[in-house]
């Protein structure tokens, strides 16, 4: 069972787009929605994250936009830039340093 | 940089064998997680150390064991290696405040030939 659905798998974008990633979840104890950012041959690296007590966030050039009664967040990128290429992963995990439950990533490529 | 270190980087050996992967967590960070990365699976979590102790378990094979050290360095143990256990191994840690921040290393590949 799937618990974090992301989509799509991947993304080309121009440079200068907004790429949007999107991600829906099923367990309503999840309280917490975080994005990490994966470069080849690296570890994640935390982008960005929500809790459901607000509808957006907004940090730099990156933005969480979250839906709570559909139990969906996305991850908009404004002023792509080829630097942007990698893969994104949208994970949830409840309250209390409990485990990450991620999904499947998204593999971005922003073209010049 | 995380601040989370891994070694080694990289590992190869045969089925059947047994390796171990270390994690030194960022200074001050008392919860360490491992998690498995593979084409098919994704980032998948295996098991998660609080001071010393076992907190959480996931899709962990009976295969495979860990723990963590006084020091709170982590191992995870990995035997009777199979070829489907090749994959990226990642540790990540996260002090105990509300921000539930996890922090990744930059990860042992295993290579099982």
């Known amino acids: 069972q799937q618990q974090v659905k992301q989509s799509p798998q991947s993304l080309i974008v121009q440079k200068g787009g907004i790429p949007i990633i999107n991600c829906a979840y099923e367990n309503t104890a999840f309280d917490y929605f975080p994005w990490y950012q994966q470069f080849p041959g690296k570890g994640p690296a935390l982008l960005i994250a929500i809790r459901p007590d607000v509808s957006e966030k907004k940090e730099g050039r990156f933005t969480i936009s979250f839906n709570k009664s559909a139990k969906q967040f996305s991850l908009h990128i404004m002023d792509s830039q080829p630097g942007d290429s990698a893969t994104y992963f949208c994970a949830a995990s409840k309250r209390g340093n409990t485990p990450l439950v991620f999904g499947k990533g998204t593999r971005l490529s922003v073209i010049a | 940089d995380s601040g989370v270190t891994q070694t080694p980087k990289h590992l190869i050996t045969a089925t059947g064998q047994r390796v171990t992967l270390r994690c030194s967590p960022r200074s001050g960070d008392l919860s360490v997680y491992w998690y498995q990365q593979s084409l098919d699976q994704g980032l998948q979590f295996l098991i998660q150390?609080?001071?010393?102790?076992?907190?959480a378990k996931g899709n962990i094979l009976e295969r495979f064991s860990a723990q963590q050290f006084p020091d709170l360095h982590s191992e995870l143990n990995l035997s009777s290696l199979e070829l489907g256990d090749s994959a990226l191994y990642f540790c990540?840690?996260?002090?105990?405040?509300?921000?539930?921040?996890?922090?990744f290393g930059p990860g042992t590949r295993l290579t099982v030939l």
């Open positions: 990540a840690s996260s002090v105990v405040d509300i921000t539930d921040t996890q922090y």
């Open positions: 150390y609080y001071n010393g102790e076992e907190r």
